[in-house]
């Protein structure tokens, strides 16, 4: 071994080496050194297996010497070397890292030899004990970075399930989703809280119980809602159906229940998974479009018919204005049956038009309206007229209101009707309450109904706290002829026309109403920009200046009585009974035709197709369509063929003379 010696005392030295020399003949190396810091050097400089180290020296006295030393090499053990005999002093050193303690006097070979060699191992142990307890340490801490990381990552994954279930939770909220298992032998069931919320109840409401679910259905989907459950669960298939419940304040709501049952080996149905998903808005959609074909093909067939009755009306109204005209002299007899006649004539065409506002919509002389002053008047002329004392009127007229762009006859027989009908359902008396107000409609808003679109409305309603309107037949209340009076008390087309002119003023109609409770009527119309009203022109400003205008129209009656009454008010007439025979008019007078009275449904060539050409072969000449099916499509395409006015069948000896005095004061050629 290779030892290094720290005396001073130099013959301390020598005996000690002799000692080593005889125990341990050339098994050893000793390097001597008087002085600590001479000791120091050489640790730095040379390997050494252990340090003898007198703790008396020149330089360093006591313990110090041992902290210094471990300081420099602290794997390398230290035996101490003291010429006292002190116990005390020995313990000490041993805690401040020596290894051993020898009395010089009492250092034989063999001691010294053994002291050194246990010192080595007692070294080399503890060495071997800090780094197994330092590898350990390191382990530890490894180990422990790796739980902390584990369980890290356990609480992410915590994290993301509780998020995915939150989000699952909320998606199932918006979709109105909530699920259910079931345990067929137990009959016990468990509802999720969304489930229960759907049935507008709070969560445990079921109490995991069926019969209380069951207890939720609408009295005529119980039985039958209650058997397919039942097969469902006998034949092991999945469910799939559909059904209503009724909430807790009395609504009714629509339930799609979608299920899967599961079975034992020996194929027993043991449990049944599956969700309830509220569908009531699928099923007003699908309502209102039943509703809307429904009253498409209705539209088609009423528009048809109520074509022929203008063209059969028209010449009727013409000649009864004419012979109020030309026959001056006649008896009180003859002037009351030709007044009869003229009135019969009106009030025939004014069903024929609202006929019309339920197939197509009608396009009247819109102007730029304020709905306020309209309910109003209609409410002093219900106070005077239609309204006994047992009912009280009152209106909320908000302040601010937006314009409307509306025809004022039209929107007046609207609410008339809405308001006559709340009379009506209330014989004994009640409130009758009209309203309007601004409303802004979102997209989502304007999703529930088929008609609307996002934007500005004003919303009129008319309500009433009478016999309400059974749920079988609210769907059928706009269908025309249908009425809930007797016989010669209503001709079921009050509600139709309501429908039809507020689509074609691009609003729609929303019904609300229970049995016993009354009915709320709302119209939506779409707010505008002011616009100019017009303004009506006197009779004697009405009359030509032998212009020259021509007839075009496949019904002669019409032809004869539109001709009769323009020449009676100065006016020169081409007459033609088709697409053709007009254009070959139009070819042989050129320069001499100032205008055309074109009727847009003719057999052959009819006057859609006859317009361009008519403009081809005189662009400036003005045209009047003529219809008996006076649509806002019509109106809308005819305009887009340049044609300047529209002019509904049947109309009145001054309804034809103003419109072509509009045409004359906007066009210069006529």
């Not at 330089?59 to 053990?77: C, F, H, N, R, Y």
């Not at 599956?274 to 498409?296: M, N, P, S």
């Not at 008896?331 to 004014?350: P, V």
């Not at 009506?536 to 009585?561: F, K, R």
Request: charge should be negative; hydrophobic fraction near 40%.
């Amino acid at each position: 071994m290779d030892i290094l010696l720290i005396e001073d005392s130099a013959a301390e030295a020598r005996f000690l080496h002799e000692i080593l020399k005889a125990t341990i003949p050339l098994q050893f190396h000793l390097d001597h050194v008087k002085r600590l810091g001479d000791g120091v050097n050489c640790l730095t400089q040379n390997h050494f297996n252990v340090v003898l180290l007198d703790l008396t020296l020149p330089d360093s006295q006591g313990l110090i010497s041992i902290d210094t030393l471990t300081s420099v090499a602290p794997q390398l053990p230290i035996v101490v070397l003291t010429n006292t005999n002190d116990n005390e002093l020995a313990l000490e050193a041993v805690r401040q890292g020596a290894q051993d303690y020898l009395v010089k006097r009492q250092v034989n070979g063999e001691l010294l030899v053994r002291s050194l060699r246990y010192a080595i191992e007692r070294k080399q142990a503890s060495e071997a004990l800090r780094e197994a307890n330092e590898a350990l340490e390191v382990r530890v801490q490894e180990r422990t970075a790796e739980l902390e990381t584990t369980n890290e990552l356990l609480k992410q994954e915590i994290s993301s399930h509780r998020q995915a279930q939150e989000r699952l939770e909320l998606a199932q909220k918006a979709a109105q989703i909530g699920t259910f298992e079931w345990n067929i032998r137990s009959n016990e069931v468990t509802w999720s809280a969304e489930l229960e919320s759907l049935y507008g109840l709070s969560p445990g409401s079921f109490a995991g119980q069926y019969e209380q679910w069951a207890k939720t259905l609408h009295p005529g989907d119980r039985t039958k809602t209650e058997q397919e459950f039942w097969h469902a669960v006998h034949t092991g298939e999945g469910l799939n159906t559909e059904f209503r419940i009724v909430h807790p304040d009395g609504t009714v709501h629509w339930i799609a229940a979608k299920s899967k049952v599961f079975c034992d080996e020996t194929d027993i149905p043991l449990r049944m998974l599956g969700v309830h998903i509220d569908i009531t808005e699928k099923k007003q959609f699908e309502a209102q479009f039943l509703q809307a074909q429904r009253l498409e093909s209705l539209g088609t067939l009423a528009s048809g018919i109520a074509h022929d009755l203008n063209n059969i009306l028209t010449p009727i109204l013409t000649i009864a204005q004419l012979l109020s005209l030309k026959l001056q002299n006649l008896d009180e007899r003859n002037r009351q049956m030709l007044t009869m006649l003229n009135t019969s004539a009106k009030r025939g065409a004014d069903l024929v038009k609202q006929i019309l506002s339920f197939a197509r919509g009608v396009e009247g002389k819109r102007i730029s309206l304020q709905m306020g002053s309209l309910i109003s008047e209609i409410k002093k002329i219900l106070q005077e007229t239609l309204c006994n004392k047992s009912i009280d009127i009152q209106t909320d007229i908000a302040t601010d209101l937006w314009l409307v762009s509306a025809d004022i006859t039209q929107l007046h027989q609207v609410l008339m009707n809405l308001c006559v009908n709340a009379r009506d359902a209330m014989p004994t008396g009640g409130i009758l309450s009209l309203g309007v107000r601004n409303l802004w409609v979102d997209e989502q808003q304007a999703r529930r109904y088929l008609e609307a679109k996002p934007g500005p409305y004003v919303v009129s309603t008319v309500k009433d706290t009478g016999v309400g309107i059974a749920p079988e037949i609210i769907n059928r209340i706009f269908d025309p002829f249908f009425t809930t009076k007797d016989i010669g008390q209503g001709t079921g087309l009050g509600l139709s026309a309501v429908l039809g002119i507020i689509k074609s003023h691009g609003g729609f109609v929303e019904v609300q109403s229970q049995v016993g409770n009354g009915s709320q009527f709302q119209i939506y119309l779409p707010a505008i920009e002011a616009m100019t009203a017009q303004v009506s022109v006197d009779w004697e400003l009405l009359s030509g200046q032998q212009e020259l205008i021509l007839v075009v129209d496949d019904e002669t009656a019409i032809c004869d009585m539109t001709k009769l009454a323009l020449e009676s008010y100065n006016y020169r007439v081409l007459v033609a009974h088709n697409g053709t025979e007009a254009i070959a008019l139009c070819s042989q007078y050129p320069d001499q035709i100032d205008g055309v009275l074109l009727d847009i449904m003719m057999p052959s060539l009819n006057g859609i197709d006859t317009i361009p050409i008519l403009q081809k072969l005189n662009p400036y000449i003005p045209i009047i369509a003529m219809s008996g099916l006076a649509s806002t499509e019509t109106v809308a395409q005819i305009e887009q063929l340049g044609v300047q006015r529209f002019l509904a069948k049947p109309f009145t000896t001054r309804e034809l003379l103003q419109t072509i005095h509009e045409v004359k004061a906007s066009h210069c050629y006529l």
